[in-house]
């Protein structure tokens, strides 16, 4: 079996793209689990509510599938994970925008304006969610590192020397980011921040796992 392409870790495998592009049922299913967590973050982070944010998801990977063909990267900063991002950003600013169409007012007809105020995502808010969000990050980083351990030996040198640099980069900053995560002196605001990077780490983790595992 050839050994799959390997660009850089942390972008999307041109090989997946590929496969999503050939209507692939299995590729698509990938794709979906790994970015998915990624996309409900950044939808709910907008303050999007629950059932509201569930109906901008399926929006947000219908406009992947029917758009995945115009997809490229011509130039070096393009990235599928930015693609998607304004997919994303594209759907809820059309959401907030039929909302305000939407609401009317007690006592009269004119719309009810949208409030401007700091949003806090319900991972952030709550310190159960927040410590179990974290705890997972940390044992999949682990996994992770034992994985590559174990397959060093079918990996070509070269290949795992980004593999290892780039799950050492993310596991040091999923450790840190839970570390400040715990800390008495962490803001709401800034634990939101720290929630959502902590799952972007976590999914590039579990890329690296995807393609760790094609060569077993």
């Known amino acids: 079996m050839a050994r799959p392409s390997f660009d850089s870790v942390g972008s999307t495998s041109p090989s997946l793209i590929e496969r999503v592009r050939q209507?692939?049922?299995?590729?698509?299913?990938?794709?979906?689990w790994l970015y998915g967590p990624l996309v409900d973050c950044w939808i709910r982070r907008k303050g999007?509510?629950?059932?509201?944010?569930?109906?901008?998801?399926?929006e947000v990977f219908s406009a992947v599938?029917?758009?995945?063909?115009?997809?490229?990267?011509?130039?070096?900063?393009?990235?599928?994970?930015?693609?998607?991002?304004?997919i994303t950003r594209n759907k809820v600013n059309d959401h907030f925008r039929r909302a305000g169409r939407q609401p009317v007012a007690k006592g009269g007809t004119r719309p009810t304006p949208i409030t401007s105020k700091p949003f806090?995502?319900?991972?952030?808010?709550?310190?159960?969610?927040?410590?179990?969000?974290?705890?997972?990050?940390?044992?999949?980083?682990?996994?992770?590192?034992?994985?590559?351990?174990?397959?060093?030996?079918?990996?070509?040198?070269?290949?795992?020397?980004?593999?290892?640099r780039q799950w050492q980069q993310n596991d040091t900053q999923i450790q840190a980011d839970v570390r400040e995560l715990e800390s008495l002196y962490t803001s709401s605001a800034r634990k939101a921040a720290?929630?959502?990077?902590?799952?972007?780490?976590?999914?590039?983790?579990?890329?690296?796992?995807?393609?760790?595992?094609?060569?077993?």
């Open 23 to 32: 209507r692939d049922e299995e590729a698509w299913g990938r794709l979906v």
């Open 48 to 58: 999007v509510s629950r059932a509201d944010a569930k109906d901008i998801f399926q």
């Open 65 to 86: 599938a029917s758009g995945i063909d115009g997809f490229r990267k011509d130039r070096p900063g393009d990235s599928f994970r930015a693609w998607l991002r304004v």
């Open 120 to 164: 806090v995502p319900e991972a952030a808010r709550s310190t159960r969610a927040v410590s179990q969000r974290a705890t997972q990050a940390l044992s999949h980083s682990a996994q992770v590192g034992k994985l590559l351990t174990s397959t060093q030996s079918r990996i070509p040198p070269t290949v795992y020397a980004r593999i290892w």
């Open 194 to 216: 720290l929630v959502e990077e902590i799952d972007d780490l976590r999914t590039k983790n579990a890329e690296i796992e995807r393609l760790v595992a094609q060569y077993g």
